[in-house]
């Protein structure tokens, strides 16, 4: 009911989940407010209040002080009547004191004290609070969050106001109109600011209303506003994300499938921090990378897809809490979120449209718990019970799937206590809902039969993770993503076991930021995915084999991309650990500071699975833990690269350090041979170039993944081109360092094949996109020739260095003269000891240059896996590991190493287009495009002389970025320059610009330049590298070197 405004209140509020209310009124001229138990008799607080209404009272008796008597009877004047009536007017009965408080303030009863009448207004709808969160930005939803109490969200009010700035000043409380304020149309929390808004400043009023009942107006209560402003441009329609927008106007009908988003929002804890602003994202002014300004980019950018399904990773806390999970109820969304584990406040969200979806089951994964429950089955007997079935109780590891996958990484668990600690210290963690169809009333349960009507009606189940990211430890994001397939499996096999749900199982989308990209190949993550299976010879295992959060706070301290959230833990803290570090891969630039060297210790003994087949000992040249961070500062795949002073301090720190124990003596991660239960496949088919774009790094880490038998992607949402992005991320434009990924999903698979082999054309000359799809297709064409190929340089052509046909293809290709070497390419470091003496380097010397634009020259290994006809009677060996995804994964798939050089006619100049060497393409068993390699010049990479201890040789300097960087690395690792006038390894006169073989002693930036051999017969016996690596080194200094020898080694 209504009450009379006329006649005053007596406020009442009473919530079901308190165990006391309140009783609010005014009365002698002041405000008294009374805190009483619900069960307490209402006469209790009718005293207090009639105490109150005497002049001078207070409504509590005061005490006596010490050695005084209280007084006997009150003075002063006579306390007036008080009645609490059960109706609304004086002649109700009166209420009998002995009623608790609860029954007896009903509302639109009357309180009478004395001569004053107060009617009882209980649980009034109240704004207790509205907030508007960030900048207000034209086509950005502005969101007026109230907090209310004893009101509908529903049928509360809201009216928008746009206030001139010359009105802005007169603007005061209490919901009163200036001259100049207009009333917006807009009715809902939620306003768009439109253009002609900029400049002017918004108020919002909002009015709480209670339920309608029985056909009535529910009650109101009293307004509140807020003014913000004033409202700014923003970045404008003609942006990359409107004209994606543009493509999303109309929703995925239910019967067809759905829309999803996958993406990483760059926590503002990373982003606000001082070393967001002046490091990682110093090129980005600091208004732009304000929560203030980006959130309300994320929340129009997100709703402009109308998508169904979105999942977002680095999510701060008050974030999910105070601002997108507000912006998307208003929008019809629910959606959970779940925080990492540590110290660090940000996390995974995932939301769903409630119109579309709704969540039938949930669980959050915790690998921490998930390896923590992983041990041996006689441990685990005596430790812990066994969880039930249904994984409601119990600690045990079926409780966390972890029996699924136990057999299989145990043994690798056991064998590497420091791999066990280091799962121990990373906080990331997974999102797994349930989602069903919602069916609008009188909708079928499906339309049809078939797989794509099952799998509409056995609805989703939507996994969501951010993986961990350190350039040491692919190994752990392998074993976390196996983690998760087993939770899901688990879960789902719980989920239809009796007493869980009958329908079919639901089909797995997996999203998130996986932190793997597809730069130096292809991961372990995504060889898992992919294939169902990792090998225990995959290159992760033996990038992982050697890392360790080491001990105290000086390990901790890693520069990586991702250490912007790292607790530095010192040795006497009970929870110190190096928490989930950043792990966008991306929240900057992928820089990595090596750790500092753990402390010398007596050298354990070796465990049984040094022994191991899977046990590969590192080259000696490769670098032990505390080094194998450090890689080329030119481009490496994961963008490793030297930072400031203070990363070559510790690098000095490193190399004086005491020598680390031999890898004989080191216990060693043991590769395993890993499956997943589930058949998935990439919504993008693994051709997305990027999804991430900051200074130094561009990589595709945003993924979403589908059981390709239940639905398939039918379309993606097309990203941003690095021409959109122009600079890097974030910017005015993208309000994080990633790019939203949008697929429209649709159910059953695919109609038409999507794996990607190829372009359909039926001229096998052309070529095939230098894409991880077509790995398959090269590797086939590698068994019966040659393939021309791009590289981080030149174009090449390459076969494998065991085929003896595909090497003297390669000479009848180019028409090269036997007796000129070839070069050798390889996917990763470790190899490098395979084929080329390097026990004498020192440690970490070739993952500082490694992979990139540079080539090391070392002595041949009688044993190296070559052929015979490579290189024969060589004793040295150019050997280079491109950093390009493509090229590695050739190698992974060979096995081994590939025989590589430019692609061009023998003294032709060198490739980079692939329509650079056309004529030769009919010779080639296949042909692939990269695109134009990027670089102008064609100098190819930088050679380095490695034979000797101690010293190095530039033979070739290639292009300028990559000398200038290997020069650093390697007087960094304490190698000293040497010329080669110090080893007379060249005679010529003084003043002469010719070389013995035609080589100039010119010196250049200090060091030797282009060297080069002339293709004769009648030619001296070539030197040391120029033995390994023949005519094909550049030259542009000899005057009596011919033209047509002037080529180029990618």
Request: hydrophobic share 40%; with cysteine.
């Amino acid at each position: 009911m209504e009450l009379d405004p006329a006649v005053q209140k007596v406020t009442v509020r009473s919530s079901a989940k308190d165990e006391k209310m309140t009783i609010t009124l005014h009365i002698n001229g002041q405000q008294r407010n009374l805190t009483r138990d619900k069960i307490e008799a209402v006469e209790n607080p009718l005293r207090r209040i009639q105490m109150s209404a005497v002049p001078g009272k207070t409504g509590k008796a005061k005490k006596a002080r010490k050695g005084q008597t209280p007084p006997s009877s009150p003075t002063g004047p006579p306390l007036p009547r008080i009645r609490l009536l059960q109706g609304s007017t004086i002649d109700s009965p009166m209420v009998e004191t002995y009623v608790k408080n609860e029954d007896a303030w009903a509302h639109g009863r009357l309180l009478l004290v004395g001569k004053q009448q107060f009617i009882v207004d209980r649980n009034p709808p109240t704004v207790e609070k509205v907030e508007v969160i960030g900048d207000v930005l034209v086509d950005c939803p502005v969101l007026a969050n109230a907090t209310l109490a004893f009101a509908d969200d529903a049928a509360t009010m809201f009216t928008w106001q746009r206030i001139a700035p010359t009105a802005s000043s007169q603007v005061g409380s209490g919901g009163d109109s200036s001259p100049k304020a207009l009333d917006l149309p807009e009715t809902s929390c939620v306003y768009t600011p439109v253009q002609a808004d900029v400049g002017c400043k918004l108020r919002v009023l909002c009015t709480p209303v209670t339920n309608a009942a029985g056909g009535r107006e529910g009650r109101r209560g009293a307004p509140v506003d807020v003014t913000v402003g004033p409202v700014m441009a923003g970045p404008g329609r003609d942006t990359p994300t409107a004209r994606r927008h543009a493509l999303t106007q109309a929703a995925v009908p239910a019967e067809q499938g759905f829309r999803l988003v996958t993406y990483n929002l760059l926590a503002d804890q990373y982003a606000s921090s001082d070393k967001g602003k002046t490091k990682l994202f110093a090129y980005c002014p600091t208004r732009f990378l304000s929560a203030s300004y980006r959130w309300p980019l994320i929340i129009a950018e997100l709703l402009g897809f109308n998508a169904d399904v979105i999942c977002l990773q680095e999510v701060d806390a008050r974030a999910f809490s105070a601002f997108f999970k507000p912006h998307l109820r208003a929008a019809g969304f629910n959606g959970t979120y779940t925080n990492k584990v540590g110290k660090t406040h940000e996390g995974c969200a995932m939301f769903w449209r409630r119109s579309r979806f709704a969540a039938t089951a949930k669980r959050d994964v915790d690998f921490r718990k998930f390896f923590a429950s992983m041990r041996p089955e006689s441990e685990a007997t005596q430790k812990s019970p066994r969880s039930s079935d249904d994984g409601s109780s119990g600690s045990g590891s079926n409780a966390f799937g972890a029996d699924d996958v136990a057999p299989q990484l145990l043994p690798m668990l056991e064998a590497s206590p420091h791999l066990v600690d280091s799962l121990q210290r990373v906080g990331t963690i997974a999102q797994m809902v349930v989602l069903r169809a919602v069916q609008a009333r009188g909708e079928q349960s499906s339309s049809g039969k078939g797989a794509a009507a099952e799998a509409a009606t056995a609805g989703l189940c939507v996994l969501n993770t951010h993986l961990f990211y350190h350039p040491q430890a692919p190994h752990i994001r392998t074993m976390h993503t196996a983690a998760l397939m087993a939770a899901a499996h688990t879960f789902l096999r719980q989920l239809s076991q009796p007493g869980g749900s009958s329908t079919p199982r639901p089909s797995v989308v997996f999203c998130g930021d996986l932190n793997s990209d597809l730069n130096e190949g292809i991961p372990g993550v995504v060889e898992l995915l992919r294939s169902g299976r990792v090998a225990e010879d995959f290159w992760d295992w033996r990038e992982g084999q050697d890392f360790s959060f080491g001990r105290g706070r000086a390990d901790a301290a890693v520069f990586t991309a991702q250490a912007d959230a790292a607790e530095l833990a010192s040795p006497d803290d009970s929870n110190g650990e190096l928490e989930e570090t950043h792990a966008s891969a991306a929240a900057s630039p992928r820089v990595s500071v090596p750790s500092p060297s753990p402390p010398a210790a007596t050298p354990a003994p070796p465990s049984p699975a040094a022994t191991s087949p899977a046990a590969v000992s590192p080259t000696a040249g490769s670098s032990p833990p505390s080094a194998m961070a450090s890689s080329n500062p030119a481009s490496r795949g994961f963008g490793a690269r030297l930072l400031s002073d203070i990363e070559r301090e510790k690098q000095q720190r490193q190399a004086q350090a005491k020598p680390p124990v031999p890898a004989t003596t080191r216990p060693a991660v043991v590769g395993v041979d890993l499956t997943i239960p589930f058949h998935l496949a990439p919504a993008d088919g693994l051709v997305t170039e990027f999804t991430n774009y900051v200074r130094g790094y561009r990589g595709f880490l945003d993924y979403v993944w589908h059981e390709p038998d239940r639905m398939h992607a039918a379309r993606q949402v097309p990203l941003p081109t690095r021409a959109d992005v122009q600079a890097y991320m974030p910017s005015e434009i993208f309000p994080s360092d990633h790019m939203s990924v949008v697929f429209d999903m649709a159910w059953g698979p695919s109609p038409t094949s999507t794996d990607g082999s190829g372009d359909g054309s039926s001229d096998e000359a052309q070529p095939l996109p230098a894409k991880l799809p077509q790995i398959p297709a090269a590797l086939i064409a590698l068994q019966s020739g040659v393939i021309a190929i791009p590289t981080d340089t030149l174009y090449g052509f390459a076969c494998p260095a065991t085929s003896a046909a595909g090497i003297e293809a390669i000479y009848r290709i180019k028409g090269r003269q036997a007796s000129a070497p070839l070069a050798v390419c390889l996917a990763d470091v470790w190899q490098v000891g395979v084929y080329g003496e390097a026990a004498h380097l020192p440690a970490g010397l070739l993952r500082a240059l490694l992979p990139g634009p540079v080539t090391v020259v070392l002595k041949r290994r009688p044993d190296a896996p070559l052929a015979a006809q490579l290189n024969p009677g060589v004793g040295t060996l150019g050997i280079r590991i491109p950093n390009h995804g493509f090229v590695r994964d050739l190698c992974r798939g060979v096995g081994g190493a590939l025989a590589l050089t430019s692609a061009n006619p023998s003294g032709a100049p060198s490739a980079l287009e692939v329509t650079d060497f056309q004529q030769l393409w009919p010779s080639c068993s296949a042909v692939f495009d990269g695109g134009p390699i990027p670089t102008s010049a064609r100098d190819g990479s930088c050679i380095v002389d490695l034979t000797d201890p101690k010293v190095f040789r530039i033979l070739r300097e290639g292009n300028e970025r990559a000398y200038c960087n290997a020069i650093d690395m390697l007087k960094l690792h304490g190698m000293q320059q040497q010329r080669h006038s110090d080893r007379q390894r060249h005679q010529s006169t003084a003043g002469s610009t010719q070389c013995h073989n035609h080589v100039s002693e010119t010196s250049i930036k200090g060091t030797i330049p282009m060297a080069a051999v002339y293709e004769a017969s009648q030619a001296t016996p070539i030197q040391s590298a120029n033995e390994a690596l023949g005519s094909e080194l550049s030259i542009t200094d000899c005057t009596s070197c011919p033209d047509q020898v002037k080529s180029t080694v990618p």
